[in-house]
T-cell receptor
């Protein structure tokens, strides 16, 4: 079974600064997808960024980028120019590439990101 | 384009009762996933429906069940409610792309409280 580990229960960053959230995963598969989701106090899970394991290029979405290290099974999220609206729980998630999504997403425990004004 | 919708927003039941939660996927999405987010247990995969069929379930007892309707909306039923069923239940929808390139988009959740 796959596991996802987020070792930082809570992180704090000053507004406009850069912060990196860590995520490691364990899998024996070669075909998989990785995601970062954001869950603000409203509880709605919002997709932040997605990475296909077969792509060597790191995904970016505006101020959000990932550092995907396949050999190390690491998938960290970098948030540049942090804004107050970035405050939320951030979840790293894994999905197997086989079976068309049969196993759903496997989530880490989450990192609570605090933005200091 | 409307996102995933869930109803009700909140639900209060007593132990032993049945709860029914509903989910409407994004238009064009055929897959619906259900997840449970309970305090201390994190997010756990519950059920997956695609094209009207239950395709897979997570490590949950049979009293968690559901169905998917012809319009791809879905219902989650929890029978014989227990106190530990209190949680936020999240629904996600997706469309299976080629090579399994699907992304799940989540609804706002239903918060179930069992007294």
């Amino acid at each position: 079974a796959q596991t996802v580990t987020q070792s930082q229960p809570e992180m704090s960053v000053q507004e406009a600064e850069t912060v990196t959230l860590s995520c490691t995963y364990d899998t024996s598969e070669s075909d998989y997808y990785l995601f970062w989701y954001k869950q603000p106090p409203s509880r709605q899970m919002i997709l932040v960024i997605r990475q296909e394991a077969y792509k060597q290029q790191n995904a970016t979405e505006n101020r959000f980028s990932v550092n995907f290290q396949k050999a190390a099974k690491s998938f960290s999220l970098k948030i540049s120019d942090s804004q107050l609206g970035d405050a939320a729980m951030y979840f790293c998630a894994y999905r197997s590439g086989r079976g068309g999504g049969a196993d759903g997403l496997t989530f880490g425990k989450g990192t609570h990101l605090i933005i200091q004004p | 384009e409307a996102g995933v919708t869930q109803s009700p927003t909140h639900l209060i039941k007593t132990r032993g009762q049945q709860a029914t939660l509903r989910c409407s996927p994004i238009s064009g999405h055929t897959s619906v996933y259900w997840y449970q987010q309970a305090l201390g247990l994190g997010l756990q995969f519950l059920l997956w429906y695609d094209e009207g069929e239950e395709r897979n379930r997570g490590n949950f007892p049979p009293r968690f069940s559901g169905r998917q309707f012809p319009n791809y909306s879905s219902e989650l039923n929890v029978n014989a409610l227990e106190l530990e069923d209190s949680a936020l239940y999240l629904c996600a929808s997706s469309t299976l792309g080629t090579g399994g390139q699907e992304t799940q988009y989540f609804g706002p959740g239903t918060r179930l409280l069992v007294l």
